[in-house]
């Protein structure tokens, strides 16, 4: 039998993101030829019964990295300090790695608003933000890390660019960066701006891990990030040339709407592997 | 101004579809400066694909949970989802205790209104102990090997739930399309987590409802079946006694009991 790993293991490859539709098929089936899965904690903490109990039959097989969704690093109030300390014990007991969460807002005083909101691009959110982030690794007892959101509009007048604020706040913070190609793509189609040049302008050395996930498009045009479709191929091109400049960096399959069969999954996600494969060789050659 | 932007944003999400006049109103009431809310205005549309966005989750959240009572209210659930998000809204972190904190809002509502059948709040509870009691933590499973005595209290698992309810809403058909009336009789019910992970349901006697519920609380297994019986008119008799018996052995049957525990 099979035992779990006592400390965390460097992450690595391609994964995929675990979601309750298929975690009995996995925990029940072979070994998948994938190298992580990526689990929203808030779906295991506080808990007990069935769902913890197949988690903690995975961590014997497979690699498990936390992502979660309501820490609400950017909202007014100070994170909830019962909700960091169950996180802490929840990211523990999974090993992970290191921890993630999204820069942006998602409640607002007590009221829970259960989206990823977007933060303005101030210079007083940077510092702010940037101070809590900064504190994350010593709360969580892993290092941590932001990844950069879809927002569909920006909240009031701009004080920064998207990239010079999210740099701004990883710089000051010295987090990682959870780099969301799907999520760069899409605000590139709503918010007009070359997504390739987004990339290269930032610093990949912090990314710690890339997510891909699927979009959607409304009748009026705007895109919307819904995880809910195969990873589209403009995104994929994307997920490519980042990785020829980054190198070897953890690629994350990433849905959770009309989430089709794991055999389906699997193969998107071997699909990524070959794109991982080739982009890596491509900076391999390039020497960058 | 995060906090000021914030309270906007809040307000418009849980709040009436905006219009450019109203979120004017609320970009002053929340003291936000002209420039940003100018740029709000601009961007009224995208406001509202959030507005969506928040509502959707919270409603996919509470069809996971009560669809039943979702859809027995009809129409007058869109009423009471608009109070709960504009007069309460959610607390939680976890998705999944949305429903009892929108039920716990609608209880004192729904008992005024009698568009609302009397038995929901009961439905509503009933179906959103399903997966409160399937993710309650608990110790690891496994009986103590050790005999029950009347002076110890009972170690009983931490996954379940005593409810009380006016009607037989658990009798009801589990088809979101039934509209048969429970009847109205007072039901006693234990939810618990079977050591498979099942949730299962247990209807109770009075005495059986007073004797766990005086275990829960801490007594000695003597003095909740004595404490259960006064309060159930019984005189302590054989009969209670061996009724008592079974209901503890029927309990450890089903991983209820765990074993012996030091009375509180």
């Known amino acids: 039998m099979k035992t779990a790993p006592t400390s965390p293991r460097p992450l690595g490859g391609v994964g995929l993101g675990l979601r309750w539709d298929f975690l009995e098929e996995v925990v029940d089936g072979p070994d998948l030829p994938l190298d992580f899965f990526e689990v929203s904690p808030e779906n295991y903490m506080r808990r007990g019964g069935y769902y913890p109990e197949q988690l903690e039959k995975l961590l014997c097989r497979y690699l498990l990295v936390t992502h979660g969704l309501t820490l609400s690093i950017g909202a007014s109030a100070e994170p909830d300090a019962d909700y960091l300390r169950e996180l802490r014990v929840e990211i523990a007991r999974t090993r992970s790695p290191f921890h993630s969460d999204h820069l942006c807002f998602s409640s607002a005083g007590q009221r829970s608003l259960h989206e990823l909101l977007p933060l303005q691009q101030s210079r007083e959110n940077v510092r702010r933000v940037a101070e809590r982030a900064k504190r994350m690794t010593d709360v969580l007892g892993v290092p941590f890390a932001l990844e950069n959101i879809t927002y569909y509009l920006h909240p009031g007048r701009a004080e920064l660019p998207e990239l010079d604020f999210l740099m701004g706040v990883l710089e000051a913070s010295d987090a990682g960066l959870l780099l969301d190609v799907n999520n760069v793509y899409v605000n590139s189609v709503n918010h007009g701006f070359d997504p390739r040049a987004f990339i290269a302008a930032l610093d990949l050395r912090r990314v710690v891990e890339i997510h891909v996930a699927g979009h959607s498009r409304k009748p009026s045009g705007l895109v919307l990030d819904t995880h809910g479709a195969p990873v589209a191929d403009p995104v994929l091109q994307l997920l490519a040339f980042t990785l020829s400049l980054s190198g070897p960096r953890p690629v994350l399959l990433e849905r959770d709407n009309d989430v089709p069969a794991l055999d389906e999954l699997v193969s998107e996600v071997q699909a990524l592997r070959k794109i991982y494969d080739e982009s890596v060789a491509r900076y391999s050659a390039t020497g960058s | ?264």
């Open chain 2, 1 to 264: 101004m995060q906090q000021a932007l914030e309270g906007v944003f809040a307000e418009v999400v849980l709040g009436p579809v905006p219009s450019r006049e109203s979120l004017a109103t609320l970009c002053q009431k929340h003291a936000v400066n002209a420039d940003d809310s100018a740029a709000l205005a601009e961007s009224l549309e995208r406001l509202r694909v959030y507005r969506e966005l928040v509502r959707g989750n919270l409603r996919e959240a509470l069809s996971l949970s009560i669809p039943r009572s979702m859809a027995r209210l009809g129409p007058l659930f869109d009423e009471y989802f608009d109070r709960f998000l504009a007069e309460q809204a959610p607390r939680t972190h976890y998705l999944r205790d949305v429903a009892p904190e929108f039920l716990a809002f609608c209880a004192p509502l729904w008992v005024g209104d009698a568009r609302v059948p009397p038995y929901l709040s009961g439905l509503g509870l009933h179906e959103s102990l399903h997966i409160e009691v399937s993710a309650l933590p608990s110790l690891p499973p496994g009986h103590v090997a050790a005999p029950l005595s009347l002076e110890g209290g009972v170690a009983l698992s931490e996954a379940l739930r005593l409810v009380r309810y006016r009607h037989a809403v658990h009798e009801l058909a589990a088809d979101e399309a039934d509209r048969s009336v429970p009847s109205q009789r007072p039901v006693s019910l234990l939810v618990y987590r079977s050591p498979e992970h099942e949730v299962r349901y247990l209807e109770l006697t009075p005495l059986a409802h007073g004797i766990v519920e005086r275990l829960l609380a801490g007594d000695s297994l003597g003095s909740a079946v004595q404490g259960a019986a006064a309060e159930a008119g019984s005189a302590l008799s054989e009969a209670v006694l061996g009724g008592a018996a079974k209901l503890l052995a029927d309990l450890a049957e089903r991983g209820v009991v765990r074993g012996p525990a030091r009375p509180k």
